[in-house]
């Protein structure tokens, strides 16, 4: 019979290489990256690929970012507890749960067009202890106009450009993290944080491969 896996241990191991390789730099999202168990948004099946550094798959054609790329776009973030968040993206509920340790989950808004998905994500944040995050089954590429104004919109899916419904939704220091890119299958993250006259001012970072958004204003469906 196999020994049951650790996964307290092995969440540690995780978020200590991930220290090492400067993917996480600060302590309050290592923090969130040890309270959140990853194991508990995955397939049964999954499970003990849970602290892989690694996309792995959800169902429906969707994926659970690898936890490198999930660190970075959080340290892009630079959120304090309080602020107001839109994640578009749902999928497992995980990166959700992320968010919400680092500002509360009743700040956390969180939008997934796959009813299915929105439906398993809601269940594993309930049980993972985040069930007053707000899961909204939806249209991610219009944002969630009834919760806004956002101090930061997050996309864990790819657009080809940030679509026009989500500045209007900041607050006004806002920023946007989001893979953008001109192929469905791989992006740029991008990082934009909104000026006083509402204009945004843009900034590349590291290259990343996400499932595509799909929507109004993204990509659209097959």
Known sequence: MPRPIDFGAERKALVDRLVR??????SK????????PREEFLRPEDRADAYADAPLPIGMGQT????????????????????RVLEIGTGSGYHAALLASLVGPE?????ERIEGLAAWGRANLDRAGFGRVTVVTG????????GAPYDCIMATAGAPRIPDAWPAQLSPRGRI????????????????????DGSLAVREGTPCAFVPLVGAQAWPGD
Request: proline share 7%.
């Open 177 to 196: 993290v989001a893979p953008i890119g001109s192929s469905k299958w791989g992006q740029i993250l991008v990082v934009a944080s909104r000026r006083p």
């Open 21 to 26: 390789a400067r993917h996480i730099r600060e």
């Open 29 to 36: 999202v290592r923090e969130a990256f040890l309270r959140v």
């Open 107 to 111: 700040n956390v808004v969180t939008v």
């Open 64 to 83: 659970i970012s690898a936890p490198s790329m999930i660190a970075i776009m959080l340290e892009e973030a630079r959120l304090d507890p309080g602020e």
């Open 139 to 146: 249209d991610g590429s219009l944002g969630h106009p009834d």
